[in-house]
Each structure stands twice: as C-alpha cells, then as structure tokens.
C-alpha cells in the first residue's frame, strides 16, 4: 500500500508544505479573479499586475474569486509552485477590498490567518487599511 509510504515520508521532512508564519511578505491582489486560472495564470498576474517577483520564496500571494467564498495562496519554494486553496461553506463570504489605490496589498501575517478565520480585517482595523472599502 503507497498510503503509508507518502504520509511517512511527509513527517520525516522530505516533503512538507510550509507554514504561513515562514513567509517574509503576505500581498492579496486587489482584484476579484476567475478561479479557473491556475499557477502560470497566477504567476502573470504578481509578476505583471502587482509588479512584485513571484520566485522570491519568502513571500505569499492572495487571490480571492469573484463570488468570495475562495482564497488562492501563491507561493514559490526552492523548486517549483505551491498553491493552496481555502473554500468556505456557504452562505459565509471572504472580506476584500474593493477600493485601493495598489493592486498588491501588503498585510500583516495576523492580518492573514484572521482574514483565512473569516474576520473583516477592513472594517474591523480602518485605522490601519483606511484607504480600502469593503
């Protein structure tokens, strides 16, 4: 049986997804994007788009469908690309700016797992996001 195999050897080490508390930079790309585009669509999008080098390895990025019940976590590590995925039960809906000057927003990784944990980070910190709208 392969099952016993892989799980063994994603907690020797010698595969293993890595944490969000790893990363340097978290950046959520503005826009509301089309879910069918995948890690070359998405590498477009930071590289051109955002402006930002989507093979640095130290930092993640976020994209959010149209109808906001799904996250897109972007990220390059030694070899190749990660993505990963967060859907949401309906009838809940993920927060996300609708007005920013910048279509790469630079957030705080407490920012990002209370945004991956359903808060409204936009409302809750105007202080901090003052130029974003929901």
Not at 4 to 26: A, D, H, Q, W
Not at 80 to 105: Q, V
Request: with cysteine.
């Amino acid at each position: 049986d392969a099952r016993p195999y892989l799980v063994s050897s994603i907690f020797k080490g010698t595969c293993k997804m890595r944490g969000v508390g790893e990363f340097n930079k978290m950046y959520l790309y503005r826009g509301l994007i089309d879910f069918r585009k995948g890690i070359t669509s998405l590498s477009y999008l930071v590289q051109e788009d955002m402006g930002l080098s989507v093979t640095s390895g130290s930092s993640l990025y976020i994209f959010c469908n149209r109808n906001r019940s799904q996250i897109k976590i972007l990220y390059f590590d030694k070899n190749g690309f990660a993505l990963w995925l967060k859907r949401l039960e309906k009838p809940l809906k993920f927060s996300w700016p609708k007005d920013h000057e910048e279509s790469a927003i630079n957030i705080p990784l407490k920012d990002l797992e209370m945004l991956l944990d359903g808060v409204n980070i936009w409302t809750r910190f105007k202080n901090v996001y003052n130029d974003c709208k929901m």
